[in-house]
């Protein structure tokens, strides 16, 4: 049992009744004015619903997204581009045009999607936040984007993020600095600040992302939606600008985990592009979304939850502890067994990614010499172009990350780096195996801190680093990490949400979802809607 | 739509290898196009010419022969040997040598941000042939590697490659040296076979303003064999390179051919006093199109190398990678090595582990053809001379049209000598290869028959063999078609030397006056009145009996 020694100041559990719900109470206005908001519903299966029903045409739902997001859009800078409205609305006519002659339409009919800028799209820029590429447009749809049109979705737009994902602010963009739309003053996290801030403004029903080191997880939890982190393997990487490709994947955004988990049944599965995608069986996640009304009293009966000791110690804001301590009631109340678990490992993990993936990095990123694609500055040497192309291409986090990687791969320094960083690695994974063999899940929280302030960190690396403390050991250990929202600290206009982890076994996503949604449709009094778009989103 | 995002490197000062390029931008533009000398396209699987020996035909130096009286040459080879899959190793373009610039690329081996390569696994399979046929320890366990630097030529900025654990290693190479430079047996060490990709081309523009990358090349896939330092002469070297142009035709994982760049040949060679434990300093030469370029090149460095010691100025031999220029004859700087280059290798994280099953290998290993060794200690078994197997053993197409000819019965010797003669004569004046004749090795085995039994003469028997290569058909047939059989009835050819020394009493009058030659005339005449057919043999007996009857 977890000790509960803390008071929650802004999250009150109330204990054991029979509804097994929580209370999730703030002080702020939004909150206050509103009565018990309901459980999230899955936009996704709401919009197939009326639009098959034929309540609503998907031109009006696009339509009503588009004026959202362009008037939010000042305010945030989530995306880095906007598809065309009429382009938008062609798209949804069309399936206007299916579904009134009965004709079959995707899982996805309908839903607009935002795809992070480091996933290639053949019909838009694809930057990844770089000058360098600057209006590139790559020829081809990543695996996970072809998947998603074909499963009818409609992309909206290419979402901000910090340079090549690295980064824990998008601050690191070369374009712009995405603002977090619980407080326009606050980071959105990253690096796929962009796709978390339009989720959360609900710019876009759902949106991907990619996670090399909680990029992800960590923005989900600033800004307050679901962040799901599949599986290394489980979604292909083919046409997402490599970062560090032993870490890297496409995850998914969603403002509940039911669309989470549909967003990502849409893209998984083996490619033939990417020798590293799974050709594990893929489960039918939607199955796992049963309604609060079929619950049982204790839907989560047996389960046992590992909640990591080294995660709830210190350098951890003692409020997000407390919101932890108390997801962790509320999962006890729910039927759960939880205990701590100590992953001794836990703290090497940072400084392993950081090694690894820098050392990745610096050889992903050779490719952009200027001579092919993206920017080139003449030179009359071919050293000058190649350095100049490069010094005036990339930004400063980018090439310190070049510059250590390429360090730590030098003859004479790869055995005390990247050797070492691997043994790590496989000591990591390990512990987390045996971890996993004894608890259903492990717990902890998405990130030591709720959103900080826009410029906070910027100059000061190692601190940003330290951020990713939480989430850097999942992509070392390759598995599925769920994160979502569970409770609110003191910060901006209506509290700043925190969100926390659930880390499950390789290619077990299920077990993850339908706890989360579990524990998401229970979690009571709680509404994770923004105050900026919090009177017209429904 | 991926051409145009190509656009060409211009460099001021062109020189074979720049040491910088100087580059310019033109938005839009293609600048891929190929300078004037537009190539004709030319298939993977090109005519593989029965080669006669490419081995240089003349002999060492006298000067070289004096210097090796106190000198030894320390030779190893690196060869890259292009392999003839039908796509390239990570992608599905297909390679085509001489296509038009950038007409075979795709975003992966264009390296293009977010693709991703997967491996063809026709590119194991021919490793392991290869390590097999090399006698090689195979790793059932090895992975690839990224080899790290920047040239325009390489998409990626690194090379997949093979760095700790090559596929295989540890093997070695039985050749015969050809007679002519005294033959004998040698062995040399395989140090390893490695998988990697092929890396693009610069093309420099005539005016030398600029130069253009072609990306066609780039991803094909190669094995690098490494020789172990156990050659001596350029000799021996040039005759390991030709043993492992053979294989790899022996096993078809590759074409081969030097001259499109298939097989490429980079020697390491250094000098030392005989006796002497310690290597010299070695140097890399590149650019070695044909056999006896590396055997030429090696006798010019051995004796550059040599002379500077000889002078007292060894350490002008320094590490470094030197040209051979074909055209002076001589080897050039290119770049001098300053330290070992740091290609900063580490496993590539986008490609799984290669793990091969014992039954995948054996299944492989029981599939291998006979290879060159084996074949050449066979022939050399059936009584044919080391010169003869050598050549029939040469090319793989040759040795199957001997042994099918042998199959078919054919004496073993006279087998080889129309092969080697007359047929090899043919495809070499008609640029033709042996599959590419019409004569098939059953009606070689025919026409050898046919001679030894009698029913033709040689003579004839020649012609006809350039029938039956040119236009094909049957010896039987043609012999019947054209009436061609030999005539050997003693009292026919009688009559018809009666009948021709009858009507040539002039020429027998002075035959018998002393002018024997005329022999050749009266023969001559009776072959005509028989066109040929008559048996040369019985005819002489009896033109001689004739005309020396009355004396």
Not at chain 1, 426 to 443: G, N, V
Not at chain 2, 343 to 350: A, G, K, Q, S
Request: aromatic share 8%; glycine share 8%.
């Amino acid at each position: 049992m977890l000790s509960s020694a803390q008071t929650p100041r802004f999250l009150r559990s109330t204990t054991a009744t029979a509804t097994t719900s929580l209370k999730c109470l703030h002080t702020s206005p939004i909150a206050t004015s509103a009565a018990i908001p309901p459980p999230p519903p899955s936009q996704i299966l709401t919009t197939r619903k009326s639009l098959l029903s034929r309540q609503t045409s998907a031109v009006d739902l696009a339509k009503s997204f588009l004026h959202r997001l362009r008037r939010s859009e000042p305010q945030l800078s989530s995306f880095l581009y906007v598809s065309p409205d009429e382009t938008v609305l062609k798209q949804a006519e069309d399936l206007d045009k299916k579904i009134k002659n009965n004709e079959a339409v995707g899982p996805l009919a309908g839903v607009l999607v935002g795809v992070k800028d480091n996933i290639c799209t053949h019909d838009m820029p694809s930057t990844a936040g770089s000058k360098l590429l600057e209006n590139y447009r790559p020829p081809y749809d990543a695996t996970a984007v072809r998947k998603l049109r074909e499963s009818g979705a409609i992309v909206v737009g290419k979402t901000n993020l910090d340079e090549f994902g690295m980064g824990s602010t998008t601050e690191g963009s070369a374009y712009q600095v995405t603002a977090n739309p619980w407080d326009l003053t606050r980071v959105p996290g990253g690096s796929s600040g962009g796709s978390a801030a339009a989720v959360s403004a609900r710019q876009c029903m759902v949106a991907l992302g990619s996670d090399t080191g909680g990029s992800v997880r960590q923005p989900a939890s600033f800004c307050g939606v679901v962040g799901l982190k599949p599986t290394y393997g489980r979604v292909s990487r083919y046409g997402l600008v490599a970062y560090a490709s032993s870490l890297d994947v496409i995850g998914c955004f969603g403002s509940s985990v039911a669309d989470a988990g549909i967003l990502l049944q849409a893209i998984s599965g083996h490619d033939n592009f990417d020798a590293t995608s799974s050709k594990q069986e893929i489960f039918d996640y939607a199955s796992q979304f049963i309604s609060i009304d079929d619950m049982e009293s204790k839907p989560l009966q047996g389960l046992k939850v590992g909640v990591i000791r080294e995660t709830l110690e210190d350098g951890v804001d003692s409020e997000v502890i407390s919101s932890i301590r108390n997801a962790v009631s509320h999962l006890e109340d729910l039927g759960c067994t939880a205990s701590e678990v100590s992953l001794p490992s836990f703290s090497l993990g940072l400084p392993a990614y950081y090694i690894l993936a820098s050392c990745e990095s610096s050889s992903n990123l050779s490719r952009y010499d200027g001579v092919r694609y993206g920017n080139q500055v003449f030179g009359d040497e071919l050293s000058s172009l190649y350095g100049d192309s490069r010094a005036q291409g990339f930004g400063s986090e980018v090439k310190m990350r070049i510059l250590m990687g390429t360090y730590a791969l030098s003859a004479g320094y790869y055995d005390a780096y990247y050797k070492r960083a691997q043994q790590v690695r496989t000591i990591i994974r390990k512990s987390f195996k045996d971890a996993l063999d004894k608890y259903d899940i492990l717990i902890s929280p998405a990130a030591p801190s709720v959103a900080y302030k826009i410029g906070e960190k910027k100059n000061d690396p190692l601190a940003m680093y330290a951020g990713d403390i939480m989430t850097v050991n999942v992509n070392l250990a390759g598995l599925p990490a769920l994160v979502l929202p569970c409770g609110f600290v003191e910060g901006g206009p209506a509290g700043l949400p925190v969100g926390f982890q659930m880390i499950g076994a390789a290619f077990n996503e299920e077990k993850l979802l339908k706890i989360g949604h579990i524990f998401e449709q229970t979690l009571q009094g709680c509404s994770f809607i923004p105050p900026l778009v919090a009177d017209e989103a429904t | 739509m991926a051409l145009t995002l190509f656009r060409g490197l211009r460099s001021n000062c062109f020189r074979s290898y720049p040491p910088s390029l100087c580059i310019t931008r033109k938005h839009g533009v293609l600048h891929c196009s190929m300078s004037s000398s537009a190539q004709g396209q030319t298939a993977t699987q090109e005519k593989q010419h029965a080669q006669l020996k490419d081995v240089p035909k003349r002999e060492p130096s006298k000067k070289l022969e004096e210097v090796l009286k106190h000198y030894e040459a320390v030779i190893g080879i690196e060869t890259h040997v292009q392999l003839a899959t039908l796509t390239k190793a990570f992608c599905s373009c297909p390679y085509n040598y001489g296509a038009q610039p950038n007409t075979s690329v795709c975003p992966i081996c264009m390296g293009l941000p977010g693709a991703l390569p997967v491996l063809n696994s026709k590119v194991i399979e021919s490793a392991v042939k290869v390590g097999l046929a090399l006698n090689c320890k195979l790793s059932l366990s090895s992975k690839f590697d990224r080899k790290q630097y920047f040239y325009p030529d390489l998409p990626k900025g690194y090379q997949i490659s093979q760095f700790d654990i090559p596929i295989a290693a540890d093997g070695y190479v039985d050749i015969d040296l050809p007679i002519e430079f005294g033959g004998g047996h040698r062995k040399f060490g395989i140090t390893r076979v490695h998988m990697e990709e092929d890396a693009g081309k610069l093309l420099h523009t005539g005016n030398g303003n600029f130069s253009q990358v072609d990306l066609n090349r780039a991803g094909v896939p190669l094995l690098e064999i490494v020789s172990e330092p156990d050659m001596r002469t350029g000799v021996e070297a040039a005759e390991y390179a030709a043993e492992i142009q053979r294989l790899v035709r022996y096993l078809g994982v590759s074409n081969g051919n030097m001259q499109e760049g298939s097989l490429r040949c980079d020697v390491n060679i250094s000098v030392r006093p005989i006796g002497q434990v310690e290597f010299g300093t070695k140097v890399e030469i590149k650019n070695l199109n044909s056999f006896s370029s590396v055997s030429r090149a090696i006798d010019f460095e051995i004796l550059r190398q040599v002379r500077h010691i000889d002078e007292g100025q060894a350490e002008k031999i320094v590490l470094e990678t030197r040209l051979w220029e074909e055209g002076a004859q001589k080897t050039v700087t290119m770049r001098k090595k300053e330290g070992l280059a740091d290609y900063r290798y580490f496993p590539e994280p986008d490609l799984p582990e290669v793990n091969l099953s014992e039954e995948y290998v054996n299944e492989i290993r029981n599939s291998l053809p006979e290879l060159p060794e084996t074949k050449r200690r066979r022939f050399e078994n059936m009584g044919l001379s080391m010169q003869d197997v050598l050549f029939l053993a040469n090319d793989v197409n040759v040795a199957a049209f001997f042994d099918a000819t042998i199959a078919s019965g054919a004496d073993v010797k006279l087998a080889a000598n129309w092969i080697m003669g007359d047929i090899a004569a043919y495809m070499k004046n008609e640029k033709l290869s042996v599959n590419e004749i019409k004569l098939t090795p059953q009606e070689l085995g025919e026409l050898i028959a046919s001679i030894k039994g009698g029913t033709i003469s040689g003579k004839i028997g020649k012609e006809i063999l350039f029938e039956l290569m040119a236009k094909g058909g049957t010896v039987k047939g043609l012999i019947k078609e054209k009436d061609l059989v030999q005539i050997t009835d003693l009292s026919e050819i009688e009559k018809i030397v009666d009948r021709v020394l009858a009507e040539n009493p002039k020429q027998l009058e002075q035959y018998r006056g002393g002018k024997t030659k005329l022999q050749g005339f009266f023969a001559g005449q009776i072959m005509k009145e028989t066109k040929g057919k008559a048996n040369p043999g019985i005819l002489n007996k009896i033109l001689l009996e004739k005309l020396n009857a009355k004396a």
